[in-house]
């Protein structure tokens, strides 16, 4: 079974450069036809979808994020990670990965983001 796990900054200034890593068990990122993704819950809000890296390593991301984010792998370690740029507060968020496959998904358990001076 794929399992997942975030890890990363809790508290992050506005402004400054934000990066989680996603550590997969159970399963490799480069399996076919497996989608990495990242996705994130701002306190009241529903989830919001920031982009994936696919199996081959093609990556698609928010419109609306695509100019601060970028996601890497990393095939040696079995990871993938999230960066995204110029925090602002509103940024705040629980930050999840996730994986997908057909009916199949996993889920990590989500790292809390703060961004606050």
């Known amino acids: 079974q794929v399992q997942l796990q975030e890890s990363g900054p809790g508290l992050v200034k506005p402004s400054q450069t934000l990066s989680l890593t996603c550590t997969v068990s159970?399963?490799?990122?480069?399996?076919?036809?497996?989608?990495w993704s990242w996705i994130r819950q701002p306190p009241g809000k529903g989830l919001e979808w920031m982009g994936v890296?696919?199996?081959?390593?093609?990556?698609h991301y928010s419109p609306s994020l695509k100019s601060r984010t970028s996601i890497s792998r990393d095939t040696s370690k079995n990871q993938f990670s999230l960066q995204m740029n110029s925090l602002k507060p509103e940024d705040t968020a629980v930050y999840y990965c996730?994986?997908?496959?057909?009916?199949?998904?996993?889920w990590g358990q989500g790292t809390q983001v703060t961004v606050s001076s």
């Open positions: 159970g399963g490799s990122i480069t399996t076919g036809y497996y989608a």
């Open positions: 996730n994986v997908r496959s057909g009916f199949f998904t996993s």
């Open positions: 890296i696919l199996y081959d390593g093609n990556t």
